[in-house]
């Protein structure tokens, strides 16, 4: 399953607008994807690689166990077809809560090679919940105190 976001406005850094820290986390279950889509509209725009994706994480219900998360990054048409995967990462750890009893920063570096984006598509970030992991998985959106941000480098 994959569910899409749709941001209107130009790249940005910030995927979540912080408000307070009782926003509910945005749940990714094991082998479904999230993704948020950035609408390029009349500007054309070079990608640099590598970027980086900074996320706070938890496994539902703040649980330990060992979980997977895929990361890429695609350059798609406004309806999300003919999409074109530019860079990609990822993150695993044998206890993703690392014993906190709460959310853990992660930073994922992406890599792939630069690319130019043409005026009129759509950047689209792309998060899976591996099949193997054990439960779903939280990403801390709109919380003030864990901020989710994509770092992309202009060429």
């Not at 979540?16 to 820290?21: M, S």
């Not at 959310?103 to 899976?128: F, H, K, M, P, W």
Request: aromatic residues 6%; contains cysteine; hydrophobic residues 40%.
């Amino acid at each position: 399953m994959v569910r899409s976001y749709y941001l209107m406005a130009a790249p940005s850094l910030s995927l979540d607008a912080p408000t307070a820290d009782d926003q509910p986390p945005m749940e990714i279950a094991p082998d479904t994807t999230q993704q948020w889509v950035v609408a390029l509209g009349q500007e054309s725009w070079a990608l640099a690689a590598p970027a980086s994706l900074t996320v706070w994480t938890a496994l539902a219900d703040f649980s330990s166990g060992r979980a997977r998360i895929d990361v890429s990054l695609s350059d798609c048409a406004v309806d999300l077809s003919d999409c074109r995967p530019l860079l990609q990462g990822g993150a695993t750890a044998p206890d993703w809560g690392e014993g906190t009893g709460g959310y853990v920063e992660r930073t994922l570096d992406l890599r792939g090679n630069d690319a130019t984006l043409d005026q009129g598509r759509s950047l689209v970030l792309s998060i899976t919940a591996h099949r193997s992991t054990p439960k779903a998985v939280w990403i801390a959106v709109g919380r003030a105190s864990a901020p989710t941000a994509l770092t992309l480098n202009a060429s």
